[in-house]
């Protein structure tokens, strides 16, 4: 009996490899907090973002935060006081209705465990609009129970071998003192180690992990129980940011208090910005970029950090990631972020266990509801689902073959299970030499990268198809899916009509589309012009 093989691809004349491709950037992806995955237009953004992007996880906030009523020591209020139970009780309902929408979707929550409940909570202030409280417990044991008793319900509603899937993830960047933790560095510790082992007495098989720290940083601001402003004058007051020594925040310390411990690490988290903020001699806070490189060279320190630590199989999870943290920053919007964050992933595949993209959708609520369409958000859409040039370029990601035929500088050519190709290439401008995107205040703020360039030529004849086979040739560049221009050209309006929703979306979906067809031998002919800051992929129309 004959077995059918998938024949070699050859490109450019040379054999192409066949290392595997892993897609990091659809592992995960992230969202603002719990309780906006209750909305409506959450949900159908997330639904696409599982069949258009192949997002398998997604991670939020404020899984016991009060608005979710999963914590309660005391029934009702309205009018009046609440009334004090006689011990707390546990409602899930909320958290229910969150949950069964993103196993409906066809993906799984990455459990962030946070924030504390106001009635555990050891102080009063909060954080965002929505009054996230990041204090300790006052009592850890209740926390304890608390965790024990929502993962049990999993347990019964979803079954052992779902929720075996799950990663458990304690807090979020609990380093950023007073904003998401008003403890000690020690404090977190303790919630960390309390946690990973009630979560392991539940089930040996569970994934948890920390600290979920905030950005590298090239001095000593975290390297005690607070955060040190005193010692940031050096970093906010560099030339060149990128000649400073960055390092990761509270991991080596995460580390070391687990091992003297014996408190399991299944998987480091942190995050990985590529910016800073730090404050001069002046007591003035100024916004640092860093290189394009960043990312790369950070995940590199972070795994050499892991080979060498007591736990070398620990798995490595960046569970923030974008090109900057501010959800009023408008290079989100733009083509400029797309061409970054495409160069940026495929630069990381083999440095990480997952990348997640913060967030997928500008239903994000941490500094109030948007100001106007385009606002900055860090979705790859807007709150009307139009498709942003990010949302493009993980589409674009997505279709990319698990195996890795060809690397370049400005792109890949990957082999399809089915025998064909999938190609993705892009052109990050050479003018820009070590410079990231950075921020921008505005779409004419964020426009000022229009200029930069040259175009580029990218050619390849690839062998090894099926004669007669149509690729599809799809480009993203500036004047093909630049919906925040063609917004900035109405003259930015607050409030879109009903038409001008239908004529964005238009735009935003209005890429270069072109076909290129396998000749009779077999061979495929790539010989295309890149526009500065174009995207563009290569995929097999079906049959």
């Given amino acids: 009996m004959s077995v059918a093989t998938t024949p070699m691809l050859s490109i450019d004349g040379q054999s192409a490899g066949e290392m595997p491709l892993r897609h990091i950037w659809n592992e ?16 159908a953004h997330f639904r696409e973002a599982v069949d258009t992007l192949g997002a398998r996880y997604v991670r939020f906030h ?15 209020g309205g009018f009046g006081p ?101 403890g000690t560095r020690t404090e977190y510790f303790e919630l960390y180690a309390a946690t990973a082992l009630a979560l392991k007495a539940i089930d040996p098989a569970f994934k948890v992990g920390g600290p979920s720290s905030s950005v590298f940083v090239p001095d000593e601001r975290y390297d005690g129980e607070y955060h040190d402003k005193s010692v940031e004058a050096a970093t906010a007051e560099a030339s060149d940011p990128d000649v400073l020594p960055w390092k990761p925040v509270w991991i080596h310390e995460f580390i070391a208090y687990c091992v003297e411990r014996d408190i399991p690490i299944d998987f480091l988290s942190t995050h990985l910005y590529p910016t800073d903020f ?34 070398p199989h620990a798995e490595l999870h960046i569970t923030e990631w974008s090109t900057s943290p501010s959800s009023r920053d408008h290079m989100h919007d733009t083509v400029f972020a797309a061409t970054y964050i495409v160069r940026a992933f495929l630069q990381s595949t083999d440095l990480a266990d997952s990348i997640s993209y913060w967030t997928f959708t500008d239903v994000f609520e941490e500094g109030g509801g948007g100001i106007g369409p385009f606002h900055g958000g860090f ?17 674009m990601l997505k279709r990319l073959g698990a195996h890795l035929a060809l690397r370049t500088e400005h792109g890949v050519i990957t082999r399809t299970d089915d025998g064909g190709l999938a190609a993705l290439f892009f052109n990050y401008p050479d003018s820009m030499g070590s410079r ?6 505005s779409h004419t703020d964020a426009a000022r990268l229009a200029v930069e360039g040259p175009e580029r030529r990218i050619t390849h004849a690839v062998a090894g198809l099926t004669p007669g086979d ?9 004047d093909h899916g630049n919906v925040a221009a063609a917004w900035h050209a109405l003259g930015e309006p607050l409030n879109l009509t009903r038409e001008q929703v239908a004529d964005l979306a ?38």
């Fill in 62 to 76: 404020g899984v016991f935060h009060d608005d979710m009523f999963v914590y309660r020591a005391s029934n009702g």
């Fill in 28 to 43: 995960c992806v992230g969202a603002g907090r719990a309780n906006e995955a209750l909305r409506a237009d959450w949900q």
């Fill in 470 to 478: 149509a690729y599809l040739v799809e480009t993203l560049d500036q």
């Fill in 436 to 441: 990231s995107v950075g921020s921008a205040t």
């Fill in 379 to 395: 979705g790859f859409v807007n709150e009307q689902g139009i498709h942003k040039p990010t949302f493009h370029a993980m589409a």
């Fill in 82 to 182: 609440p009334t004090p139970l006689a011990k707390p009780v546990y409602t899930f309902a909320y958290v229910d209705k969150v949950f069964d929408a993103i196993l409906e979707a066809g993906a799984r929550p990455f459990v962030e465990l946070g924030f504390m409940p106001r009635e555990l909570a050891t102080q009063t202030e909060t954080l965002f609009w929505w009054k996230a409280h990041c204090s300790p417990p006052n009592d850890m044991q209740a926390w304890v129970d608390l965790v024990t008793a929502t993962v049990t319900h999993w347990i019964d509603r979803y079954g052992i071998d779902e929720v075996r899937t799950w990663p458990f993830e304690v807090w979020n960047e609990p380093n950023l003192v007073p904003h998401f933790w008003t």
């Fill in 506 to 543: 238009g735009v935003a979906d209005e890429l270069d589309r072109r076909t290129l067809l396998v000749d009779a031998g077999g061979e495929l002919t790539i010989d295309v012009t890149l526009a500065p800051w174009a995207v563009m992929s290569v995929s097999r129309v079906p049959a």
């Fill in 278 to 311: 730090a404050f001069d001699t002046q007591g003035k806070g100024r916004p640092i970029s860093r290189g394009r490189d960043a990312t790369r060279d950070d995940l590199r320190v972070m795994r050499e950090l892991i080979a060498a630590s007591p736990y």
